[in-house]
């Protein structure tokens, strides 16, 4: 059992940066790939970008490629994602999200965390 805990969301203006962290409890945080999804009003929930355990593999969704970054502190229990140049369409609920293997689709993830919000102002 893995429990996940985002935090770092918040209001920003477009063009600004945010780090969100996801803190994991339980047994071998490192032996689970971490992924970053997002959901905005009135739509469904998408990939934002997965890592492996190791850190040495990662992956993003087109919208945030060279704008996001995903990282992994094994040894703190913590996912990060640094959101760098945002826009107002990055407005969403983040979610951090666990899986034993690396994966870009939500329905392959064993768990999620909470959420927390990110409002980015034009």
């Known amino acids: 059992q893995v429990q996940l805990v985002e935090s770092g969301g918040g209001l920003v203006q477009a063009g600004g940066s945010l780090r969100l962290s996801c803190a994991a409890s339980?047994?071998?945080?490192?032996?689970?790939?971490m992924g970053w999804f997002r959901q905005a009003p009135g739509k469904e929930r998408e990939f934002v970008a997965a890592?492996?355990?190791?850190?040495?593999?990662?992956h993003y969704a087109d919208s945030v490629k060279g704008r996001f970054t995903i990282s992994r502190d094994n040894a703190k229990n913590t996912v990060y994602l640094q959101m760098n140049f945002l826009k107002p369409e990055d407005t969403a609920v983040y979610y951090c999200?666990?899986?034993?293997?690396?994966?870009?689709?939500?329905?392959?993830?064993?768990?999620w965390g909470l959420g927390t919000r990110v409002t980015v102002s034009s």
């Open positions: 999200a666990a899986v034993r293997r690396v994966a870009t689709t939500e329905y392959d993830y064993d768990y």
């Open positions: 890592i492996n355990w190791s850190g040495g593999s990662t």
């Open positions: 339980g047994r071998s945080f490192s032996t689970y790939a």
